[in-house]
């Protein structure tokens, strides 16, 4: 009885311990903060805003607050529609585009990196050897050339970071599994008869897992980065559809006379490319096994 009222404390102090971490990390709270907001304002704003393609040829360039905070209080672009509903409608492009692309590679890498670490010999070097050759290109010119041959589109630049991006997850995770099949208590798991599919799925998953979320967490600001890096070129998303990328790039004739056509749009991208570099990096301290 003692036992349990001792392992029951120790519980509660672990996590107090946890909660204490989490709520001193201010890097973690303010990425945190940043993504969750503009995910929420994503997810809720097209149910409130106008619609972002109306075009209204009387409003044309109207400055950001020049009405007020009413009707357009982040102006209007050069036909006349409401930068505010295309900032929001943009956000919701690059949010999907960078999660959907993250979880499909990341699943794919985790799954080939802890397949060649804990199994090794000829499959390790097969997927080794074909994540070296994928990795030897870069990622940005990969796919600015894969985006020029296909069809332009939210599926194609999916499809293309996706296909291209699970290498990275591959290399980190592949590392890690050779450490963790290591561990004392994987050994034990073989030495009693359990079968590889049990290891992988008990042992190494748990094992990776920090390491995959922080990865995926950084990643997904590349995705992102990568999304609007395509629309400015024009080979990703095309107008009228309002990504940031579109709208950065369709700006560039009228910054002399209206700059927030623009500049809006990139500030809103670095907001949220800022807000997953913060919460990644908040991430590695918090799940530091050291700490």
């Excluded at 369709?250 to 500049?263: D, H, P, V």
Aim: proline share 5%.
């Amino acid at each position: 009885m003692r036992h349990a009222r001792l392992e029951r404390a120790l519980r509660r102090r672990s996590s107090r311990t946890r909660l204490g971490r989490f709520l001193g990390n201010r890097r973690l709270l303010l990425g945190l903060v940043l993504v969750a907001g503009i995910a929420l304002v994503a997810a809720v704003g097209p149910y409130l805003a106008p619609d972002p393609n109306a075009i209204v040829l009387r409003n044309r360039s109207i400055a950001p607050f020049a009405q007020g905070f009413g009707q357009s209080p982040l102006g209007t672009d050069q036909l006349g529609r409401d930068m505010l509903s295309r900032i929001v409608y943009g956000a919701r492009i690059s949010l999907t585009v960078g999660v959907v692309s993250t979880v499909v590679a990341a699943l794919v890498g985790a799954v080939l990196g802890m397949v060649a670490g804990f199994f090794g010999g000829k499959t390790e070097f097969g997927i080794m050897r074909v994540t070296d050759l994928i990795m030897c290109y870069p990622f940005t010119i990969t796919s600015i050339i894969a985006a020029a041959l296909l069809a332009p589109g939210i599926k194609t630049i999916i499809l293309i970071f996706s296909a291209f991006g699970w290498t990275s997850y591959c290399r980190v995770i592949h590392g890690v599994a050779l450490s963790v099949k290591q561990e004392l208590y994987v050994e034990a798991s073989r030495a009693v008869g359990a079968s590889s599919g049990w290891i992988l799925w008990k042992h190494i998953l748990p094992g990776i897992l920090p390491s995959l979320v922080v990865s995926a967490t950084l990643q997904v600001r590349q995705m992102i980065l990568g999304e609007a890096t395509l629309s400015f070129l024009g080979i990703g998303i095309q107008p009228p559809t309002p990504s940031w990328g579109v709208l950065i790039s369709t700006g560039r004739e009228y910054l002399s006379t209206a700059w927030w056509i623009s500049t809006l749009p990139g500030i809103a991208l670095a907001v949220l490319i800022l807000g997953f570099s913060l919460l990644g990096d908040g991430l590695t301290d918090y799940l530091n096994p050291r700490l």
